[in-house]
């Protein structure tokens, strides 16, 4: 099984400004992934965050927007750019062991 | 796009009585996967079915695979209050050359005690 952790675990952001979002596992991983949740909806795939190479992203992503940093196998960043109230959502992390998908907590950012 | 599709979207029931939900997904899986998140919360996984296995058991969940429909269903027997969450299939396969894992749209459940 694999801890994971995020940092922050909330954050209330003005409109134009950035949120990066740490997501730390306690073992190595190959796999890591990030997932948005807007409110009263299901998880949506953001990206798959490659470690030593560039992310990749799904329909709809793009990098300019969500870039993304895997520097190590244990962990990696999300920043959320050019923020605006559309992206008041949980932010998961996550990152498979195996067959099994383990998530953190979530990061709950609210824009204003 | 989601991946799965669950239904109901909601469902209502008295302590004590069953719950079932279903998941339905389109293309070829190597697994499923029944998360809950109960309201603000993370995910916690419930259970995982692989595409070669057909009905899986752990306490009182029972998980139904049906690749041959692409349809699983999930079982809570004896519902408790404390089973009132969202319930979300999520179904791994490989996609555009990349393994990754797709949320289906998710159950509310309420129990009421």
């Known amino acids: 099984s694999a801890v994971i952790s995020q940092k922050p675990s909330r954050d209330i952001c003005q409109r134009g400004t950035s949120l990066t979002i740490q997501c730390q596992v306690d073992?190595?991983?190959?796999?890591m992934f990030w997932y948005r949740q807007q409110p009263g909806q299901s998880l949506t795939l953001i990206a798959t965050?490659?470690?030593?190479?560039?992310?990749?992203?799904e329909s709809g992503f793009v990098i300019d927007k969500f870039p993304i940093s895997r520097p190590n196998l244990t962990f990696s960043t999300l920043t959320v750019s050019n923020l605006s109230p559309e992206d008041s959502s949980i932010y998961l992390c996550?990152?498979?062991?195996?067959?099994?998908?383990?998530f953190g907590p979530g990061t709950r950012l609210t824009v204003l | 796009s989601q991946q799965g599709e669950e239904d109901p979207q909601a469902l209502s029931i008295q302590e004590g009585e069953n719950a079932t939900m279903n998941c339905s997904y389109k293309t070829s899986i190597n697994n499923l996967q029944w998360y809950r998140q109960n309201s603000g919360r993370g995910l916690v996984h419930l259970i995982l079915?692989?595409?070669?296995?057909r009905e899986k058991h752990s306490g009182r969940l029972r998980v139904t695979l049906d690749t041959s429909k692409k349809s699983s269903s999930l079982l809570i027997t004896a519902s408790r209050a404390a089973d009132t969450a969202s319930y979300f299939c999520?179904?791994?396969?490989?996609?555009?050359?990349?393994?990754?894992?797709?949320f289906g749209t998710g159950t509310k459940l309420q129990v009421i005690p």
């Open positions: 079915i692989r595409s070669n296995e």
């Open positions: 073992s190595q991983v190959t796999m």
């Open positions: 999520a179904t791994e396969g490989i996609s555009g050359g990349y393994q990754k894992v797709t």
């Open positions: 965050a490659n470690q030593g190479s560039e992310a990749t992203y």
């Open positions: 996550s990152a498979g062991s195996g067959n099994e998908q383990f």
